[in-house]
């Protein structure tokens, strides 16, 4: 840890999110939005931030955190958070690279030996470490496969489902599909911060969570956000997308997206046997989500040196993975804005994001000096619907 606790905490206790300035014009344009989207029965309940050079300037909770008990959302509401748990994972991992104890170039067998999976001819190729913290291992997600895929004969979880699932019994499934290609060879998002939590928790010798809280959160004076629910009162309850309104989740619900469907199981962040999946088992609040985005957005201290997060933020992979779509490249824990001509945003070049798939969203504009986090309780329309381009370009208008 680079500094002592209490001094972490107070130099991120920043007045201006404690006091914050509301834009009228901003609550003008984005609260319009989220009343469309909970009007339409689009979202149950949403969370949505945005911080302005430093200062936060739109702040609301709208909607509800449990329709069915009439409980309104709250701004300290705890979400499940899906793949926003991946950046706080990465940075951790870039900790261990800064102290020297995490080689980006060295093969995972290093300590994880066991995990060895083989290409469809049978060969077994090096994955490094670098290959799974920018998802071109070949590895891939049971959700991006059809049904009857190998991912699902495997019974291997995306980290979002299969309550009390261990993580040697997870990483053996995964270990037993094929690759979809050469590590380094492709892009596919895929369970490879998983497989990086398996390797921090090996090189360390102690859980994930211990590892995340004394590297990123606890310096950064985080409490509610990590691999269990500190008070479970403040958890919304899950939603996914139905017609003629969201319907609440349940354990082993499969939810459509694009052609395909993920697993949920909300009870999961609740059972202590479940793996902590390092791509999606946190639970978090937005601000606790946005006071890490703009510790990255201004550098990375207190727990990243300026340089590591310059790597960080620079696009390792090229456009044409499409991280996010025509544009899109893939960093360390985050895509990247590479080409805006090529996606019709506002956002600047160098822009980070991502979302999760519980209803998630959040980006980075470094030159506009902007951080929006957006979380909703409903999968998929607050993390792939319309809800986040809405959000965006109010915030740009």
């Given at each position: 840890m680079r500094i002592p606790l209490v001094?972490?905490?107070?130099?991120?206790?920043?007045?201006?999110?404690?006091?914050?300035a509301i834009a009228p014009a901003l609550a003008a344009r984005l609260d319009p939005v989220i009343d469309r989207a909970l009007s339409e029965k689009r979202?149950?309940?949403?969370?949505?931030?945005?911080?302005?050079?430093?200062?936060?300037?739109?702040?609301?909770?709208?909607?509800?955190?449990?329709?069915?008990?009439?409980?309104k959302m709250r701004e300290d509401a705890i979400f499940r958070l899906a793949s926003v748990t991946k950046p706080f994972v990465t940075a951790a991992a870039m900790r261990l690279v800064e102290d020297g104890r995490l080689d980006l170039d060295a093969p995972v067998t290093r300590w994880l030996p066991d995990f060895r999976p083989a290409l469809p001819d049978g060969s077994i190729p090096a994955i490094t470490i670098r290959h799974l913290?920018?998802?071109?291992?070949?590895?891939?997600?049971?959700?991006?496969?059809?049904?009857?895929?190998?991912?699902?004969?495997?019974?291997?979880?995306?980290?979002?489902?299969?309550?009390?699932?261990?993580?040697?019994?997870?990483?053996?499934?995964?270990?037993?599909?094929?690759?979809?290609?050469?590590?380094?060879?492709?892009?596919?998002?895929?369970?490879?911060?998983?497989?990086?939590?398996?390797?921090?928790?090996?090189?360390?010798?102690?859980?994930?969570?211990?590892?995340?809280?004394?590297?990123?959160?606890?310096?950064?004076?985080?409490?509610?956000?990590?691999?269990?629910?500190?008070?479970?009162?403040?958890?919304?309850?899950?939603?996914?997308?139905?017609?003629?309104?969201?319907?609440?989740?349940?354990?082993?619900?499969?939810?459509?997206?694009?052609?395909?469907?993920?697993?949920?199981?909300p009870s999961r962040i609740l059972d202590t046997k479940s793996y902590r999946s390092g791509g999606a088992?946190?639970?978090?609040?937005?601000?606790?989500?946005?006071?890490?985005?703009?510790?990255?957005?201004?550098?990375?201290?207190?727990?990243?040196?300026?340089?590591?997060?310059?790597?960080?933020?620079?696009?390792?992979?090229?456009?044409?993975?499409?991280?996010?779509?025509?544009?899109?490249?893939?960093?360390?824990?985050?895509a990247v804005l590479v080409d805006p001509t090529r996606t019709g945003t506002p956002q600047a070049a160098g822009t980070l994001q991502w979302g999760g798939a519980y209803g998630h969203s959040w980006f980075i504009d470094r030159e506009n000096g902007l951080v929006v986090v957006a979380l909703t309780n409903t999968a998929f329309e607050g993390m792939a619907g319309a809800f986040p381009t809405d959000v965006r370009n109010a915030v740009y208008e």
């Open positions: 001094a972490a905490a107070l130099a991120v206790a920043s007045p201006a999110f404690a006091q914050p979202i149950v309940g949403a969370v949505v931030l945005v911080a302005k050079d430093g200062k936060m300037v739109y702040r609301r909770a709208a909607g509800y955190a449990d329709r069915e008990a009439g409980t913290l920018t998802h071109t291992s070949g590895l891939g997600y049971a959700f991006l496969e059809p049904a009857g895929g190998p991912y699902h004969r495997l019974n291997v979880s995306d980290g979002l489902d299969q309550p009390g699932l261990s993580l040697d019994e997870n990483l053996a499934r995964l270990s037993a599909a094929p690759l979809a290609f050469a590590p380094g060879a492709g892009w596919r998002y895929s369970l490879g911060i998983d497989v990086v939590g398996g390797v921090l928790e090996a090189i360390e010798g102690r859980s994930l969570s211990d590892i995340v809280r004394d590297e990123v959160t606890a310096p950064l004076g985080i409490d509610d956000t990590g691999f269990s629910v500190r008070d479970a009162s403040r958890l919304a309850k899950a939603y996914a997308d139905g017609d003629p309104e969201p319907v609440a989740m349940t354990d082993g619900q499969a939810v459509p997206l694009r052609g395909l469907a993920a697993t949920f199981a088992g946190m639970a978090g609040t937005a601000s606790d989500v946005l006071r890490f985005l703009e510790a990255i957005r201004t550098g990375g201290s207190p727990i990243l040196k300026p340089e590591t997060v310059g790597r960080m933020i620079q696009d390792q992979v090229g456009t044409a993975a499409e991280s996010q779509g025509p544009g899109w490249g893939f960093g360390y824990g985050w």
